[in-house]
């Protein structure tokens, strides 16, 4: 599990040691701190957190030459991040509503998470309430089959929040664990878009009352300062309980989980590395700033 | 935050004043701004700094000209440079001497290709072509479903190959298909891919091998971060890009993308997707998209506009008003007219930063509508009672009222309105004076 992380973040990892190895070379000056906060922009980490880590840096008594840096660095960055938060979906049943911005991973992530719960020995069902992009519907069915699970499906263009509500009876009558709702990718700005977002948990509030909801947000890792806004707003929408950051086998950092971290609190729980079944990991601070900053040169 | 910033940035052109040709350290302190506004746009940050560079180098020196502080010379400077480089290159398809135009879209995944596609060929369809699309993605689950349903939308149909495997096959039969029935382009729609991913990069440099298309269209999303020039890079190098198409820009994202990636391919930008309905694709407008990613609003355009069309005269005659605070209703009229005469007013309120919060009591007032009814209120005013509004009392407001046809709130709203912007613009004609510059008081700060 620890070595598939490593490998899913290996190009992230290489790019950011290859740089910092560069800069701990050199003597502590004001050219190492200038080059440790590129190295954190360029990682998506963004001006006011490169910013507010840095000057952390420099308050700590403790570093004092280039090689302390490395280590002190670690722990502000983590300490950020906050510990590691898995999902709550216990005591069954439970419902999980994947939410996001367009394309930037939701479904595919349902599709994985599918996976991984019905290996646990758990009866999942999926909710295609996205019935608004086109074959979305057809999509997550796909997944439901190469999962092995069921799934309760409207017709294109039907209330999503009636799909939610359908699945939820579902889920009560055949005795089911974990449900996953599908919802349609939309922007944060577009304000009707979001109020259907809000009926749909609205539904879920009021049919799931007393059991585990999570309301995860899926970001996709190759995006920049936007995803803060993302998670602000549909965090004051629906009380986002964990960020996913999907597409992090590519050569992206997602540094920008570090900002939503720092000015949301919002913990990611959940990491995408790839588009097959077994590419979803759970998200560990730990392994994420090792990933980027090794303990060991 | 980005308000915080955009304030800066306002507050330090303005506070540069005065002199002949800018200074190191004029340019310097705005240019560090501008990088700031640039990396919060999330232009990659060697682009920037580049950029910074570049724009230092050739700004330092430069005469000042007449109706500009140096601050504000170094930010036009600066978003001439961004409109330069984003428009720089002819802008359009390229459409083949012998049909059928071949245009492949590549990108990353989620990056909008497929929704693209539709769109493009919906375009292509109202100029009398006849697209076909082609689904070669067959990697994600119901990807051939998807073209499919938006080929319907559009009325465009869709080539697909059921149970085929090899993307490449797909996209050469498709050919065959198009010219035995006459489409006279061929929109072929690719698999999302990492560009670290070297198997399928390879792939798709086969992919253009074999189908030869006139336009490799890379297909951008405006909220890309740091990453978009490694991703860029990528695809140029491995398949080769004629243009981009940038998407999702309807979101609040400033997409310094755009700019990372223009620098790194040298390639123009196409068009912009700016909904998910597939009407959502319009003409990319680099001015435009230079404020957007400064996160200025139009500034510039605002201070040209008005510099054109507010008579300098009268403005100096006004100036000369307000130093003795003998700004009336007649002035305020003229103000009104003058403002309307530079454009629709909402657009020009979107051009001006931060103007929602400071001029909260003039929103009526330059409401597009209302504006009319202002006019006919100050009309039906005495000279007297224009000179003087203080001695406007209960009764003169009945008549006013009556004569203007509006009610006794409209005009007391007006009058109300009209306190506010001579307090508003009598603290921007102190602080001009300050600056020793101004001649329109209605320049915002
Ligand atoms: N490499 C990689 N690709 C991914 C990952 N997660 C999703 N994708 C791909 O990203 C694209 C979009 O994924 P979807 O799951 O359809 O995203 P979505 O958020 O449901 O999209 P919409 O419903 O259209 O808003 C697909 O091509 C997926 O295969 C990941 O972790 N890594
Ligand atoms: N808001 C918005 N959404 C878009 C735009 N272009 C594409 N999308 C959405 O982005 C998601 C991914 O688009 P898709 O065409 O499937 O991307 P592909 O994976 O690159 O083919 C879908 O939900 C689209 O509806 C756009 O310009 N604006
Ligand atoms: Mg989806
Ligand atoms: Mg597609």
């Known amino acids: 599990m620890f070595d598939r992380l490593r490998a899913g973040l290996a190009r992230t990892r290489e790019a950011f040691t290859a740089r910092l190895d560069q800069v701990l070379a050199q003597p502590l000056s004001r050219a190492v701190f200038d080059e440790l906060e590129a190295a954190l922009i360029e990682a998506d980490v963004g001006v006011p957190t490169a910013s507010a880590i840095l000057d952390r840096l420099r308050a700590r008594r403790d570093v004092r030459d280039a090689r302390s840096v490395r280590g002190a660095l670690r722990e502000i960055i983590l300490e950020l991040l906050g510990e590691a ?205 090792d990933a980027l900053l090794p303990p060991t040169p | 935050m980005f308000e915080a910033l955009q304030g800066r940035l306002q507050t330090i052109i303005t506070q540069l004043t005065g002199r002949g040709v800018l200074s190191e350290a004029d340019v310097d302190v705005v240019l560090r701004e501008v990088r700031l506004a640039l990396l919060e746009a999330d232009v990659n940050f060697k682009v920037a700094k580049a950029f910074v560079d570049r724009i230092k180098a050739a700004a330092v020196g430069q005469q000042v000209t007449k109706h500009l502080a140096p601050g504000q010379q170094v930010v036009k400077l600066v978003h001439e440079e961004l409109v330069r480089l ?63 349903v938006v080929g319907e939308q559009v009325g465009a149909p869709v080539f697909s190959q059921p149970g085929a495997t090899d993307p490449i096959a797909v996209a050469r039969a498709s050919l065959r298909d198009a010219e035995r029935a006459g489409h006279d382009v061929v929109l072929i729609d690719a698999a999302g891919r990492q560009h670290a991913d070297d198997e399928l990069m390879t ?62 391919t040298g390639r123009p930008v196409l068009f912009v997707g700016t909904g998910e309905k597939l009407d959502g694709l319009e003409p990319f407008h680099p001015d435009r998209m230079a404020s957007r990613i400064l996160g200025m609003g139009d500034v510039l355009t605002l201070i040209e506009k008005a510099e054109e069309t507010i008579d300098a005269e009268a403005a100096a005659e006004m100036e000369r008003k307000l130093r003795r605070a003998e700004f009336t209703l007649d002035d305020f009229r003229e103000q009104l007219r003058s403002v309307r005469k530079m454009g629709p007013l909402d657009s020009l309120i979107g051009m001006i930063p931060g103007l929602a919060g400071r001029a909260a009591g003039l929103a009526g007032a330059v409401d597009e509508r209302s504006l009319g009814r202002v006019e006919a209120i100050i009309n039906s005013m005495t000279p007297d009672e224009r000179a003087r509004p203080d001695i406007i009392d209960g009764s003169r407001r009945r008549r006013i009222a009556r004569g203007s046809g509006t009610s006794i709130q409209d005009v007391n709203r007006l009058l109300k309105q009209f306190e506010e912007a001579k307090k508003l613009i009598k603290r921007v004609g102190e602080f001009e004076r300050k600056g020793k510059r101004g001649k329109f008081p209605f320049r915002l700060q």
């Open chain 1, 85 to 289: 938060a898995p999902l709550r979906i216990d005591p069954p049943p439970a419902a999980i509503i994947m939410l996001g911005v367009n394309g930037v991973g939701k479904t595919t992530t349902i599709g994985k998470l599918a996976h991984h719960l019905s290996r646990q020995g758990k009866r999942v069902l999926l909710a295609a309430a996205d019935t608004f992009r086109a074959a979305a519907i057809d999509q997550l069915a796909i997944w439901a089959q190469r999962v092995g699970c069921e799934i309760v499906r409207h017709a294109p263009g039907a209330d999503p929040a009636a799909v939610v509500f359908d699945a939820i009876a579902a889920l009560r009558a055949r005795a089911i664990d974990v449900l996953i709702a599908d919802t349609a990718g939309r922007l944060h700005t577009k304000v009707n878009l979001m109020e259907e977002l809000k009926k749909i948990n609205r539904v879920v509030a009021r049919e799931m009352a007393d059991r585990p909801v999570e309301r995860l947000l899926v970001l996709d890792a190759s995006t920049g300062q936007n995803a803060i806004a993302q998670a602000r707003t549909f965090k004051d929408a629906v009380e986002v309980t964990g960020l996913v950051l999907a597409k992090l086998d590519g050569t992206a950092k997602g540094g920008v989980v570090i900002a939503i971290a720092h000015e949301l609190a919002i913990p990611v729980k959940l990491i995408g590395t790839g588009e097959t079944l077994d590419d979803l990991q759970p998200f560990d601070p730990r392994q994420f700033v």
């Open chain 2, 86 to 148: 984003l428009g720089g290159t002819a802008r359009d398809l390229r459409f083949a001497d012998r049909p059928p135009t071949i245009i492949l879209l590549v990108g990353v995944h989620g990056a909008g290709k497929t929704t693209t596609a539709a769109k493009l060929a919906a375009r292509l369809k109202r100029r009398g072509r006849q697209p076909l699309l082609v689904a070669t993605d067959l990697r994600r689950p119901a990807a051939v479903t998807q073209l499919q």
């Open chain 2, 203 to 264: 792939e798709l440099r086969a992919m253009r091998e074999a189908v030869q298309p006139h336009n490799v269209v890379l297909v951008v999303d405006a909220m890309t971060g740091q990453d978009a020039t490694a991703m860029a890079g990528r695809f140029q190098a491995v398949v080769g890009i004629d243009g981009l198409i940038v998407t999702k820009l309807d979101g609040d994202a400033r997409g310094g993308a755009v700019l990372s990636v223009v620098e790194v």
